[in-house]
Structure formats: C-alpha cells, structure tokens
C-alpha cells in the first residue's frame, strides 16, 4: 500500500527547543517536499529536494533545517530560531518529470508554547 | 497582490447543488493548474489537474481553465455532504532546474448540508 507517512501527527514543544518532524514515502519518487500550512494562507514551500543527498531552499527556510540521505526520507528539523513555529507541517512527494503531481501526507501539527 | 486569489468562503449549500469554486492568477507563466481537496486536519488530496486552457472532466467533478482571463473553476455535480471540505487551488510553472513549483490558493471552506 504505497504512500507518505508522516509522524508524529501532534507535537507539542517548549520555545528554545529544536524538533525533527518525520517525512516517509514508498512511491518510489525522487523529489519530496516541506510546505507549511497556517489559517488562511496557501501552503509555503519549505525546502525541496530532487535527488537524494541534494535539497534546495523555498520561500521560507530560515529557522529550518532538512536532510535527504535516503530516496525514502525526508526529515525537517525546526530549529529554535523560527520565530514563529506553530503550523500544521505538510510533506510531499512526486517523480520529478512531473513535478506539478505533488502527493501529500497526512501532516504535522506543531505546537511550540 | 497574490500571485494566486482564492474566496476563503465558507460556501454552504444544500445537497444535491452544484458548486462553482473559483481561483484567479498573475502570472501568465504557470502552465499546470490543480485542484486539491482537504477535510479537516488531514494533508491535501490531489483531485484533477489540467494543463494550459480547456475542460478536463472525472465523474462529478470538472474542472476549467481559461488562461486569457487568467481564471479556473471547479465543478461539483449533485454535491454530496462527502464533498465538505476546504477545496485548494495550485498552479506550477517550471522554475530553475527543471523544478516545478507550486503557488497554491488560500483555499475555499464548502459546506454541503442534507
């Protein structure tokens, strides 16, 4: 049963604090995505990645962090210096000729306090 | 401006009803338009995409591009309470390196009541 998992489904966190947020798909697909999600925004573009061992900054990556060591997996790690972190974190996958099918996971909802 | 406009909503009707959900765009550059649906506290599922202008129909749901007005729709047909859902629009234009990148939509809350 192929698709993308995403664990855990709620995090709570204390300010100061980094957290890694897990990213697994078994579709075989070479790129995989991080969007975040907040009230009445359209999803941002985190970081991306095409290949394994390659990944590229989106719009917002300041205070994040990502590693692509396996086709597999693609972890995100918030760190202490996002300024504002508490989002629903939505990962993605896709071949990378055709980018624009995109598939999401089930998501992340962060709480930082 | 966004580069991509969505009605927040939330749109409510009654079973049954057809529903128009509609996005508008800037840039002319974006060749691949989406349409994804998310019930609540879930990820996003991919319903249709349709590349340049035209029509592109499955089962209940169509979906319209019309890249002179820079404008896309989505139709639901006898909408069902199932449909209840905040429905996102994305469109792709390919970026440096062959990537292609999503600018999505804020979304539309729908309602579909018995």
């Known amino acids: 049963d192929g698709g993308i998992t995403q664990s855990p489904k709620y995090l709570f966190r204390k300010e100061g604090q980094n957290v890694t947020l897990s990213c697994e798909q078994n579709l075989n697909h070479d790129a995989m995505y991080w969007y975040r999600q907040d009230p009445g925004q359209g999803l941002r573009l985190i970081y991306y990645s095409q290949i394994v061992n390659d990944f590229q900054k989106g719009d917002i990556a300041e205070g994040y962090s990502v590693s692509r060591e396996k086709k597999e997996s693609f972890p995100l790690t918030v760190t202490s210096a996002q300024k504002n972190p508490t989002a629903f974190y939505l990962c993605?996958?896709?071949?990378?000729?055709?980018?624009?099918?995109?598939?999401f996971g089930p998501g992340t909802r962060l709480t930082v306090t | 401006q966004k580069e991509v406009e969505q009605d927040p909503g939330p749109l409510s009707v009654p079973e049954g009803a057809i529903v128009s959900l509609n996005c508008t765009y800037s840039?002319?550059?974006?060749?691949?338009f989406m349409w994804y649906r998310q019930y609540s506290r879930k990820g996003p599922e991919l319903l249709m995409y349709t590349y340049s202008s035209g029509n592109k129909e499955d089962g209940r749901f169509t979906a319209q591009v019309d890249k002179s007005s820079k404008y896309i729709s989505l139709f639901i047909r006898d909408s069902q309470p199932s449909d209840s859902a905040t429905y996102l629009c994305?469109?792709?234009?390919?970026?440096?390196?062959?990537?292609?990148?999503?600018?999505f939509g804020a979304g539309t809350r729908l309602a579909v009541h018995p």
């Open positions: 840039n002319s550059a974006f060749q691949y």
């Open positions: 994305a469109m792709s234009f390919l970026f440096s390196g062959g990537y292609n990148k999503l600018i």
């Open positions: 993605a996958s896709s071949t990378t000729d055709r980018g624009y099918e995109q598939y």
